[in-house]
């Protein structure tokens, strides 16, 4: 491996994070909660210990796949160590652990917290906190990219950051690595004003507005109240976070062809077509069970309750406008249901992804043709009108595998450190895994994870790790042969 070229990257990382507290620092002279120092002083301290590998190594431009497999893994790990430094300082989370837990949820998008009260962290906090929703829903990583020299490999850094969703779809924007970057960060950052816009419109304040937007766009939910959405119950904030959740777990080349005029993408595209079908199935029936149940009085009460919830979790966001646990079983169930599935590759959204099951589904349609209907067929899987390559159904097959195997092993696991019930065990891995963030039982909507051990909490972030960046690239580096030449 090239270790002077991924320290450059390292310290460039560490600058770039550095640099971004500049916007809390903002915060914090406006508001004047007396967390300014905190954050201040954690953000030269990060500047300083990044600048040195910066300067020493400018000039080591060389990377390889299994240096940007190292450098996803490290680096993620590397800022969520560093950044829970104002929250320390400060002393609103004194743990290493916990600091360490709630700023790997913020980057990995996860939404989980420990924070028994959110109202009472000072607001300049409570932006950095939001901020990492921000900078980790595109991919900390890509945003280094661009400020990375010209040809030093950032499409590697990108692929082992990326799900391998992406890879399955094939999906890209334009030939050069940095351009790309430039305008997956445009079309993000414009769809976080638009919203920041329109929840001022309707009454909200500017500070709630941006950390609800970097919440939303980034399909996150940190929130800065203790209710989240359900603070204001307000039925148009409510449909606004609705659409942008929504526009979130769009996969954003459709953005990219939107704009280039290619509407016919949108026809071909097979994920976003099977994505629309998840959403209007779950959230139909879930709808339909409140208000079969009289959970709420209004069948419009009940579309919207129920339309937020699936689409906050079916997402990965995470939001909550009521505590679901207490609705009827059947609608739990279909929650606990959509907490596997995610949204479309190459959106800012986590979990198994749509496309996954498109091609599992697909491939199990072919499969009974073949042996029991028509067994001298050739069967083609195809996705967006191409034909699928059997090795990318065997990635698919195996993805799928994977992430239920680390949901009931890591239940296992969970249930054994912390002595927990089953639900609760199971639940805050597939809440974690699939960076989601409140789940069911004791880590449920109105609970959080301050109760779970240190044990527990490294486990857990390393969880929120592995389901945020490209899995593949985050388990590989335990296999002995990854290190050697």
């Known amino acids: 491996m090239h270790f ?5 990257v390292l310290g460039t990382l560490l600058m770039v994070t550095g640099s971004s507290m500049s916007l809390p620092v903002i915060c914090s ?4 909660d007396g967390d300014l120092f905190s954050i201040l002083i954690s953000g030269l301290i990060i ?3 990044g600048l040195p590998f910066w300067w020493l190594f400018r000039k080591s431009h060389e990377l390889s796949i299994k240096d ?3 450098i996803v893994a490290v680096g993620w790990i590397l800022i969520s160590a560093v950044s829970g430094l104002p929250f320390m300082i400060y002393g609103s989370i004194p743990s290493f652990t916990d600091a360490f837990f709630e700023m790997m ?3 990995t998008t996860s939404g989980a917290t420990i924070l028994t009260d959110i109202e009472v962290v000072p607001r300049g906090l409570l932006f950095w906190r939001s901020e990492t929703h921000l900078l980790g829903g595109m991919g900390f990583l890509t945003l280094t990219v661009i400020f990375l020299p010209h040809g030093m490999g950032g499409l590697r850094i990108f692929r082992a950051e990326s799900s391998p969703g992406q890879v399955i779809t094939k999906e890209k924007f334009i030939p050069r690595n940095r351009d790309t970057m430039i305008w997956l960060w445009g079309i993000y950052l414009s769809l976080n004003l638009l919203e920041t816009a329109l929840l001022c419109f309707g009454g ?6 941006l950390c609800h937007s970097f919440g939303t766009v980034s399909t996150s939910g940190y929130s800065p109240y203790n209710a989240s959405i359900g603070f204001y119950n307000n039925a148009y904030f409510d449909w606004v976070i609705i659409i942008f959740m929504f526009l979130g777990g769009m996969t954003f080349v459709l953005f990219y062809q939107m704009l280039k005029g290619d509407w016919q993408a949108f026809k071909i595209n097979t994920e976003f077509r099977w994505y629309v ?3 209007l199935f779950f959230c139909g029936i879930v709808s339909w069970i409140l208000f079969k149940d009289n959970t709420y009085s209004s069948l419009m009460d009940s579309i919207r309750y129920g339309t937020f919830q699936v689409m906050s979790i079916l997402t990965t966001t995470g939001f909550t406008t009521a505590d679901y646990e207490k609705w009827p079983q059947a609608a739990q169930m279909f929650l606990f249901a959509v907490c596997f599935i995610g949204a479309c590759a ?3 959204t986590s979990g198994i992804k749509v496309v996954h099951y498109v091609i599992i589904c697909k491939y199990m349609v072919a499969a009974v043709k073949k042996i029991f209907l028509q067994p001298m067929a050739v069967v083609s899987i195809r996705l967006n009108q191409r034909p699928v390559g059997s090795s990318i159904v065997d990635l698919a097959i195996c993805y799928f595998i994977v992430n239920i195997f680390m949901v009931l092993a890591g239940g296992c696991f969970m249930v054994l450190v912390d002595n927990m019930d089953y639900l609760t065990g199971m639940s805050s891995v597939i809440a974690t895994l699939m960076n989601i963030g409140p789940g069911f039982g004791a880590v449920g909507p109105s609970q959080n994870y301050a109760h779970i051990s240190d044990v527990g909490k490294w486990f857990l972030s390393w969880n929120m790790l592995v389901g945020r960046v490209e899995m593949f690239s985050a388990l590989v580096i335990f296999y002995p042969s990854f290190w050697k030449k």
């Open 4 to 8: 002077s070229s991924i320290a450059y």
């Open 29 to 32: 002279l406006y508001y004047n």
């Open 47 to 49: 500047i300083a210990s």
């Open 68 to 70: 940007g497999i190292f």
């Open 105 to 107: 949820s913020g980057y």
């Open 204 to 209: 909200m304040s500017l500070f709630d507005s």
């Open 277 to 279: 079908g998840f959403i």
């Open 346 to 348: 190459g959106s800012t």
